[in-house]
């Protein structure tokens, strides 16, 4: 028998990844009902897309633009970083990257030397260990506080810094809980970074999505914090825009050179269409996002609505952002959230993520994504009320 090609220790280290899994097991189910996807199911909005073919005829699209950006689309994300994050920043402090994930891939490439520890507040976005495995580094999972809607435990971080803590990776809102992480915690956060000179690398993909008053809150808009933040964004989420794969960071001038080395090898520069694209996302009417987020408002409540006839099954934290939510499962049958999963799957045809994809904390959770048509929430929640009752 053909011997199989020994891959790296990183690689080795990494499992399959849960999301895709189940995505592949539901192709099997027929007429599945799926709530397991964290991906905007609208579609681009047309002034995007028009853009993007008018930079196609005028044969602007077909080179490499500078490695960080074009910089007329870097200078617009300097204004909207200065009106909505707070973040005083000019062009040069900003890398166009291929989605918010290249960026934080890149940013924990420059920032973690191999044995490094990353601290990550868990659970968290499974794509965040792998990156810090990635790059040869302990990602330390410090759980949050789910009693109090999975809120960062302060104490907790401080107790697992040692000396060779080198960063923090958080998002907000976040994946998979919904929790928005408040003002007043982050300042907290910042201050022990500070004290402990660990960078803090932000992924803010669902920024625009906050509810009943909660408000974001990006960490770099501290004055004193900007040294140390590497702060990730798309335009994914607030845009629709998953395929194009297009997001940017802000960080310090000093370390953007040194990201854009680790950003060069990985990218060389972003997809130059998808550049267009989003310049015209951010210079366009922005009622889309508003659209979206009362959408995902309405889509929270209703799945909110179901759950609470669920009540005997699961209990939850409602969460006041993105368009993900995390349950706990009352059944001891779901103590392995993964044959849970699966089950619920084959048997009520419902397609869900298991809780554990998002670190050992996860267990015993299932996390719902609500950003899906509303007869689509209702028809997974009929199948479960069938499933559990029966
Ligand atoms: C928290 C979080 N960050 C980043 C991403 C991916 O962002 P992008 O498409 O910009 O790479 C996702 C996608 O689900 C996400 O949930």
């Given at each position: 028998m053909a011997k199989r090609l020994r891959v790296s220790d990183r690689i080795g280290q990494i499992g399959k990844s849960a999301i895709h899994e189940m995505t592949r097991l539901s192709k099997e189910v027929e007429d599945v009902a799926f709530l397991s996807w964290a991906k905007p199911t609208s579609d681009t909005p047309e002034h995007i897309k028009e853009a993007a073919v008018a930079a196609i005829r005028d044969g602007l699209v077909g080179g490499y633009s500078e490695n960080a950006g074009l910089p007329r689309l870097r200078e617009e994300i300097a204004?909207?970083?200065?009106?909505?994050?707070?973040?005083?920043?000019?062009?040069?402090?900003?890398?166009?990257?291929?989605?918010?994930?290249?960026?934080?891939?890149?940013?924990?490439?420059?920032?973690?030397?191999?044995?490094?520890?990353?601290?990550?507040?868990?659970?968290?976005?499974?794509?965040?260990?792998?990156?810090?495995?990635?790059?040869?580094?302990?990602?330390?999972?410090?759980?949050?506080?789910?009693?109090?809607?999975?809120?960062?435990?302060?104490?907790?971080?401080?107790?697992?810094?040692?000396?060779?803590?080198?960063?923090?990776?958080?998002?907000?809102?976040?994946?998979?809980t919904g929790t928005v992480f408040s003002e007043q915690a982050l300042r907290q956060l910042g201050e022990v970074c500070l004290e402990h000179d660990l960078a803090v690398i932000t992924d803010e993909a669902y920024e625009y999505f906050v509810y009943d008053g909660h408000k974001h809150f990006s960490i770099a808009s501290i004055p004193e914090m900007r040294r140390n933040v590497i702060s990730c964004y798309t335009f994914t989420k607030t845009y629709a825009m998953t395929g194009w794969r297009i997001g940017y960071l802000h960080a310090d001038s000093d370390l953007i050179p040194?990201?854009?080395?680790?950003?060069?090898?990985?990218?060389?520069?972003?997809?130059?269409?998808?550049?267009?694209?989003?310049?015209?996302?951010?210079?366009?009417?922005?009622?889309?996002?508003?659209?979206?987020?009362?959408?995902?408002?309405?889509?929270?409540?209703?799945?909110?609505?179901?759950?609470?006839?669920?009540?005997?099954?699961?209990?939850?934290?409602?969460?006041?952002?993105?368009?993900?939510?995390?349950?706990?499962?009352?059944?001891?049958?779901?103590?392995?959230?993964?044959?849970?999963?699966?089950?619920?799957?084959?048997?009520?045809?419902?397609?869900?993520?298991?809780?554990?994809?998002f670190g050992p904390t996860g267990e015993q959770h299932l996390r719902l994504s609500f950003c899906v048509p509303e007869d689509a929430i209702n028809k997974a929640f009929e199948r479960m009320e069938a499933y559990f009752g029966g």
């Open positions: 204004k909207k970083l200065a009106r909505d994050n707070k973040i005083e920043a000019d062009p040069s402090e900003v890398l166009v990257t291929v989605g918010a994930i290249e960026g934080l891939a890149a940013a924990v490439l420059a920032v973690v030397d191999p044995g490094d520890e990353v601290i990550l507040p868990s659970p968290t976005y499974s794509t965040h260990i792998r990156q810090v495995v990635i790059a040869s580094g302990k990602p330390v999972l410090v759980p949050t506080v789910e009693d109090d809607g999975f809120v960062l435990d302060i104490e907790a971080i401080k107790r697992a810094i040692t000396p060779r803590t080198k960063a923090i990776l958080y998002c907000s809102p976040s994946n998979p040194q990201i854009a080395k680790a950003h060069i090898p990985l990218a060389i520069c972003a997809p130059v269409i998808s550049q267009y694209a989003a310049l015209a996302a951010l210079q366009g009417p922005q009622d889309c996002v508003h659209s979206f987020a009362e959408h995902y408002l309405a889509a929270r409540n209703l799945m909110c609505d179901r759950l609470d006839r669920l009540g005997s099954v699961f209990s939850y934290y409602k969460p006041a952002g993105s368009y993900l939510m995390f349950p706990r499962i009352l059944l001891d049958a779901a103590k392995d959230s993964t044959t849970f999963c699966k089950k619920l799957l084959r048997e009520g045809r419902v397609s869900t993520t298991p809780g554990v994809a």
